[in-house]
């Protein structure tokens, strides 16, 4: 069964503070992995997308990690603001039948506090 | 140039109604899907709309249609209410044969009482 399995499920870190969330997905056959941010009541925004042969994306202060091997992806959030406290979601693409279909994650809700 | 639009931003409806949700996609993309939010949780896809037609159908009953316009605009359908189907309904759209790259509009808040 495909599924995206985030961890933690919530964080509490301090404005300044480097913080580091999971992915971890079983989808196949696998096409990308996405990171969106979403501000509560919002719609997903796009950080990053990655590749079966991208290592490593960045965007501003997000970077983003991906051992296709492991199947595991990272984003790593450096010296957070209090505009960074959100929901973040990890989404695989798997193409199959002639169809992209996305899964997603259930999201880690990060808190930013000052 | 607009991103993907979607209303009503909330809505608040009675068990037992129906409701119809509002999506007009971003400029030059011809795809649209929706999705069903929970509190909490990640996004459920509902279906997607390709030419006016349901090209792919998640695991929603029938109580929840669709249906895309020569404009490319999209309406989603729910009948019969149910408390449950309170949630996020989030529209996305996306470029021709571009389907993996979708663009999410801010989302309708229905509240079912």
């Known amino acids: 069964k495909n599924q995206v399995e985030q961890s933690p499920q919530s964080l509490i870190i301090l404005e300044g503070k480097n913080c580091t969330l999971q992915c971890n997905y079983t989808v196949s056959p696998f096409s990308n992995l996405r990171w969106y941010k979403q501000d509560t009541g919002r719609g997903p925004v796009s950080l990053t997308i990655m590749t079966f042969s991208e290592n490593t994306k960045s965007n501003g202060r997000y970077t983003a990690t991906l051992d296709a091997d492991t199947k595991q992806s990272s984003l790593h959030i450096t010296a957070s603001q209090l505009s960074d406290s959100a929901s973040y979601i990890c989404?695989?693409?798997?193409?199959?039948?002639?169809?992209?279909?996305?899964?997603f994650g259930a999201g880690t809700r990060l808190a930013v506090h000052p | 140039d607009a991103g993907v639009t979607q209303s009503p931003t909330h809505l608040i409806k009675t068990r037992g109604q129906q409701v119809t949700l509002r999506c007009s996609p971003k400029?030059?993309?011809?795809?649209v899907s929706w999705y069903q939010q929970a509190l909490g949780q990640g996004p459920q896809f509902i279906f997607q709309y390709y030419e006016e037609e349901e090209r792919q159908r998640g695991n929603f009953p029938d109580r929840f249609s669709g249906h895309q316009f020569p404009n490319y605009s999209s309406e989603l359908n729910v009948n019969a209410l149910l408390l449950g189907d309170s949630a996020l309904y989030l529209c996305a759209s996306s470029f021709p044969g571009q389907t993996y790259e979708q663009y999410f509009g801010p989302g309708t808040r229905l509240t079912v009482t």
């Open positions: 400029s030059g993309h011809d795809t």
């Open positions: 989404v695989v693409s798997s193409f199959s039948g002639g169809y992209n279909k996305l899964i």
